[in-house]
């Protein structure tokens, strides 16, 4: 059994990498940015472009134990297989990291814990820092 997970991840090795800091539109491209700010998402995680892999069909690996090089803070990233062995793409319609970028981009934002999330906070955290910093004032 080990030279069988051995060698999936020596394939897996092979797989190309994605950092959410790619994805992050509150990020410079000095940052680690890689594509359009106006394409980005804010904050995106691993788990988020995992699902959106699932979704686009494309085979992909979370490593929550690797760090970004550039800022040791932001953990984890995804590898994602874009290639069979004998060089033809996995999807027909995303051939490149860059095209497979923008596609998860796009999905993010959409992504199910995203939406559910964001609602709920939004006017629990707005009604309570509304009332903190009144409470602040009348003191």
């Known amino acids: ?3 069988g997970s051995g060698e999936l991840r020596s394939s897996i090795k092979k797989w190309n990498i994605i950092y959410p800091v790619y994805l992050n539109s509150k990020k410079t491209v000095a940052e680690g940015r ?3 700010a106006g394409k980005a998402c804010p904050d995106p995680t691993c788990v988020e472009i995992a699902d959106c892999c699932s979704y686009l069909k494309i085979p992909h690996a979370i490593e929550l134990d690797k760090a970004y090089p550039r800022d040791f803070f932001q953990v984890g990233r995804v590898r994602v297989q874009l290639k069979k062995e004998d060089g033809s793409a996995i999807n027909p319609a995303i051939k490149t990291k860059k095209q497979l970028l923008i ?3 796009e ?4 992504h199910h814990g995203r939406t ?4 709920p906070a939004a006017s629990s955290a707005a009604g309570t820092s509304k009332g903190g910093k009144s409470g ?3 003191k």
């Open 1 to 3: 059994m080990d030279s």
């Open 34 to 36: 890689r594509i359009a």
């Open 103 to 105: 596609q998860i981009a």
């Open 107 to 110: 999905l993010v934002p959409k």
């Open 116 to 119: 559910k999330k964001q609602e």
């Open 136 to 138: 602040k004032k009348k």
